[in-house]
């Protein structure tokens, strides 16, 4: 059949609120035209992330009433650390509460003041946190990656003659080799399996432990089994486990391809590591039976590993964002190509191309958005990356508006909606105006930044 179900139905709801264009249009007056400010009961549709947003399944809600909240020694840690490693094939698991839990563990432990840390793109918290520390955090993603048109079918790929030159250039100021899949601030974009081999063999050549951001690392085993041949007979669970092997270390946000709420861990090899993030771990999130979780949430996580690598559910998944991305294509509205795992990223520099970077187009796109349709997206563009640690501002590479999808909460009415919002969209989108920051903080502006629109 040429329709792709959502291969699930539906046992529980939560209503969504109707609001007026005129009632948002005073709400979003009052969060400073700051996203992040709304409250989320005046969203109707809520793509701001597919982060601990997705809904879970009967059998993960089961799960969880047999948590066990023993502070030392729970069996939820041991069901939970046996289905991490089911998957990821590392000697010590930490559990965390989050991704950035482990992203700050792992900083703890290997940045400091002088050191440089080499990654296809930095998210923002992994940047927030290796800067916090004191190094520098460098992006060196091929170029097809930078072009929203490419058709690369892997643009999340490290560019690996610009990693070596940054090795031998650094080898001694690098205290490991970063790799994010799949690469979120970059569009969703795949790393192939060729690529992360061969991070791998260079990292270890030049004696540096390879870590691999693993947020999305279901969605990423699919892009490799449909686009790399030589994998595509291969089981997602063969493609996830050999793609582990060749790293070090992982970082994890298990609130994306864990099916969680709430989650994370840090997992690596290195014992003497290990210990140092443990004692870390202990100061800062809890025992390591818990880490920073409760047991029922390592039940729901134990289970979300089962559930996350069926193929009928990534089949679904990835046919999302390819669904809309056809048919907002067809409206001529540019997008960062192929559509990526998790979210549609809008090119808004060059759709709104009379807003200058610096006035911020993807801004401006997300507030109308949310403003004419109550949806809410997300800026990934000069309003998240454009500040540089001296302070100046700068635009970033792409202005970039992400829609993120809930993994199993939305169904394709909700997709039609948004695609008429659009339509609707295109007919006026050269009067939305740019805007202003009138207040920020220092570090990771956009969740608390203030705006003002521009006359
Ligand atoms: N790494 C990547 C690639 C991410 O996308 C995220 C989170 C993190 C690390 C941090 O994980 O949120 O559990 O602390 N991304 C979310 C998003 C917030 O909306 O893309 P976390």
């Given amino acids: 059949m040429k329709t792709i179900i959502e291969p699930f139905r539906i046992k529980a709801i939560e209503p969504i609120r109707m609001t007026t264009r005129d009632e948002r249009e005073q709400l979003i007056r009052e969060a400073n035209f700051n996203l992040f400010a709304l409250n989320s009961d005046d969203v109707l549709i809520d793509l701001l992330t597919d982060s601990g947003t997705g809904a879970m399944s009967s059998a993960q809600w089961s799960a969880m009433m047999t948590g066990d909240e023993s502070y030392a020694g729970s069996p939820s840690f041991f069901r939970f ?9 590392f000697k010590h698991i930490i559990p965390t509460h989050q991704g950035r839990a482990a992203e700050a563990i792992l900083c703890s432990i290997l940045a400091e003041p002088g050191r440089r840390i080499p990654n296809n793109t930095h998210f ?11 190094a520098v955090a460098v992006d060196l993603l091929i170029d097809e990656g930078k072009d929203p048109n490419s058709r690369h079918p892997f643009k999340g790929n490290i560019d690996l003659i610009k990693l070596r030159k940054f090795l031998d250039e650094n080898a001694d100021s690098v205290p490991c080799v970063l790799l994010t899949i799949t690469n979120n601030a970059g569009g969703g974009q795949p790393v192939s399996m060729e690529n992360i081999r061969a991070v791998s063999e260079l990292a270890h050549e030049f004696d540096k432990p390879f870590v691999i951001d693993g947020c999305r690392f279901t969605e990423n085993a699919w892009f490799i089994k449909e686009r790399e041949s030589e994998q595509a007979n291969r ?45 870390h771990l202990i100061r800062t999130e809890g025992f390591p039976t818990y880490g920073g979780m409760a047991g029922r949430d390592l039940e729901a996580l134990a289970q979300g590993l089962i559930e996350i690598v069926d193929e009928n559910y990534l089949r679904y998944r990835v046919r ?25 990223f809008i090119d808004a520099r060059a759709w ?4 200058d970077p610096l006035q911020y187009p993807g801004h401006s796109l997300a507030v109308e958005l949310y403003r004419h349709g109550g949806i809410r997206g997300c800026e990934i563009g000069t309003v998240m990356f454009g500040k540089q640690p001296d302070g100046s501002e700068e635009p970033a590479i792409m202005d970039l508006v992400r829609l993120a999808f809930p993994r199993r909460t939305y169904t394709q009415a909700h997709a039609d909606y948004l695609i008429e919002v659009f339509e609707e969209l295109a007919e006026r989108k050269d009067d939305l105006q740019g805007y202003r920051i009138t207040s920020e903080p220092k570090l990771m502006r956009h969740f608390t930044c203030r705006f003002e629109p521009l006359a």
């Fill in 352 to 355: 709104l191309s009379h807003i």
């Fill in 235 to 279: 089981s997602i669970t063969d493609i996830v486990r050999d793609r582990f092997a060749t790293a070090d270390m992982m970082t994890m946000s298990a609130k994306k391809d864990a099916l969680g709420n709430i989650g994370g861990w840090l997992a690596l090899n290195d014992d003497a590591l290990a210990d140092e993030a443990r004692a």
């Fill in 320 to 344: 999302t964002n390819s669904y809309i991305a056809d048919r907002l294509m067809a409206l001529g509205i540019p997008m960062v190509q192929p559509a990526g795992g998790h979210a549609v």
């Fill in 81 to 89: 650390e046996s289905a991490v490693k089911n998957l990821m094939p």
């Fill in 124 to 134: 923002d918290t992994t940047r927030g946190n290796i800067e916090a520390s004191g």
